[in-house]
Every structure is written in structure tokens, then in C-alpha cells.
């Protein structure tokens, strides 16, 4: 296993959309595990193969208190969503120390593929649901921050590259 970069915003590879995972194999498993490492070590709760610079539809979530319970879905598609929303405060692996309201669904239902490849459904609410919607954002090549006006944007763009500028020193 090994810990992947984790790409940042506004770097313009986190706007790729994901193709289709084709098979689950060996290499696919690879990945999960070094995702996995990733989001821990990083102090996520969820990761998309999008934000490690590999363009394929998967994601990892661990929402749980004890960090044991990881969830794993290729593939997913959204199949079914609440009429309720809700304004969440969410945060992001790419956008470090930055945190701002999104409006997402209460719930939603999921299908997807889990780490044998075998079919699934994945009914969410709550702090699940929000991650899994976060998460699908990054395949289609969004970022939590498209969602903020652009004046929110532009600062957090500013403040990004100030920090990136800075770290490179």
C-alpha cells in the first residue's frame, strides 16, 4: 500500500470526468487499498480517484466514528433522491482548511459496484448522503467550491495558490 497526492484546487485535472471503471481486478484492488490509506492518513471521510489524478468512476467513504466500517463503489450512479435538502458544511481532501455551506439532498440511493465487484445498493442519509454526493461531484469534475458565488470562489482560488506558492518555497 502506499500513500497517493492528493490533488488541489485549482488545479484543472480535478475538473475531469471519470470514465467507467471496466473491470474489477487486481489492479482496481490496488488502488482501493492505497485510497483507503490516503483518506486515513489524510483525515478524510471520503476520497474520489479523481482527486488522486486517476480519472475512473471510484470512490471510498469511512463516516464512521471508529474509522472500520469503509465503503467502496465503482461505478455508482445516483438512482433515487429525497425531495428534502439541506445547507451542509463540507470540507475537502483538495480544498485544505476550507469549509462552506452546499445544499445537498437529505438522502439518496445508490447503485454501484463494491471491491469484488459484485452489485450493490447503497441507501444513504444524513453525513453518508452528503459524502456520497460530495464524492460523485468529483467524478463529473467538480469541486464543493463551484457551488459558493463566484466572489467565495475567486478568494478561495487566491488563498490556494498562496498556500501552494508557499509550501513551494
Known amino acids: 500500500m502506499a500513500l497517493l497526492p492528493i490533488l488541489r484546487f485549482p488545479d484543472p485535472r480535478l475538473h475531469t470526468v471519470a470514465k467507467p471503471v471496466p473491470t ?46 469503509a465503503l467502496v463503489l465503482i461505478n455508482p450512479q445516483v438512482v433515487w433522491t429525497s425531495a428534502e435538502t439541506h445547507l451542509n458544511e463540507e470540507g475537502c481532501l483538495s480544498v485544505p482548511g476550507i469549509y ?21 445498493v447503497v441507501q ?7 459524502c456520497i454526493q460530495h464524492e460523485m461531484d468529483h467524478l463529473m469534475g467538480k469541486v464543493f467550491v463551484e457551488y459558493l458565488s463566484p466572489l467565495k470562489r475567486n478568494r478561495i482560488k487566491k488563498k490556494m495558490l498562496k498556500a501552494q506558492r508557499e509550501e513551494a518555497q
Open 100 to 120: 462552506d455551506g452546499v445544499e445537498r439532498f437529505d438522502a439518496v440511493t445508490v447503485s454501484a459496484l463494491d471491491e469484488k465487484g459484485n452489485s450493490r
Open 124 to 130: 444513504a442519509e444524513d453525513l453518508l448522503a452528503v
Open 24 to 69: 474489477v481486478d487486481a489492479r482496481m484492488q490496488a488502488l482501493i487499498a492505497d485510497m483507503l490509506e490516503t483518506m486515513y492518513e489524510a483525515k478524510g471521510i471520503g476520497l474520489a480517484a479523481t482527486q488522486i489524478d486517476v480519472h475512473e468512476r471510484l470512490i471510498v467513504i469511512d463516516v464512521s466514528e471508529e474509522r472500520d466500517q
